[in-house]
């Protein structure tokens, strides 16, 4: 697509249920990042795909939070019995990764999720 | 490892001054650097960049130059309007090696511009 897509664009869930967010990145772009902004905090990076396996994982907060991507294309974040400090914009990006030095990521609009 | 400062906000201008907001960073390597802007209600846009030592990147009348012997990467506008408030984040890529590329982010900057 002309851009990277993110799914829902708001989010409301209780306390404990479990959540799925959709990335469709710009097509033919191999690298794909989850990023986590919280309100009145900075960006705090969550994960990285490459095609669909995830050299860097570090990012998550804990086992409750997991990502898959398949076909090298879309990819989703999970996370499980979710918390009130889940409550954050979750971006996603994706870009060229022979070219992201050059170009830098192309954000989504992101998810706003809200645990109540 | 890698990091970004950025100076502390919130920035309060009124329209058509002069814009700084400084930004220092630490890499190993050459990295490229990066200005993002987030508007209300809205997601992250490349504002400029610049990949080398000595380059200018600039859109929208704001400009950056990449300092190598400061570490530095401020970004500046002659003549702010109304429509520049947003919150503005330097980043950075240290790509090469065993680094695959990874955004690094300082904290960001919020400027507000009354008219």
């Known amino acids: 697509g002309a851009g990277v897509s993110q799914s829902p664009s708001n989010k409301v869930t209780e306390k404990g249920k479990d959540v799925e967010l959709r990335c469709d990145p710009i097509?033919?772009?191999?690298?794909l990042y989850w990023y986590r902004q919280s309100l009145g905090q900075g960006l705090e990076f969550l994960i990285y795909f490459q095609g669909n396996s995830a050299p860097d994982k570090s990012g998550l907060p804990s086992d409750r939070f997991s990502a898959e991507r398949t076909g090298g294309s879309v990819s989703t974040l999970t996370i499980q019995r979710t918390q009130q400090e889940d409550s954050a914009v979750y971006l996603c990006?994706?870009?060229?990764?022979?070219?992201?030095?050059?170009?830098?990521?192309?954000f989504g609009s992101g998810t706003r999720l809200t645990v109540v | 490892g890698n990091s970004v400062t950025q100076m502390e906000g919130p920035v309060t201008l009124s329209e058509e001054a002069f814009l700084t907001i400084n930004c220092t960073y630490t890499a190993t390597g050459y990295p490229s650097l990066f200005w993002y802007v987030q508007y209300p209600g809205e997601g992250l846009q490349l504002l400029l960049k610049?990949?080398?030592?000595?380059d200018k990147g600039s859109n929208k009348g704001f400009e950056a130059t990449y300092r190598k012997e400061t570490t530095s990467f401020h970004l500046e506008k002659g003549s702010v309007q109304v429509s520049d408030s947003a919150v503005y984040f330097c980043a950075l890529i240290n790509a090469g090696g065993t680094s695959y590329g990874k955004l690094t982010f300082g904290q960001g900057t919020i400027l507000t511009v009354h008219p």
């Open positions: 990006a994706s870009s060229l990764f022979d070219r992201v030095r050059i170009y830098g990521y192309t």
């Open positions: 097509s033919g772009h191999t690298a």
């Open positions: 610049a990949t080398k030592a000595d």
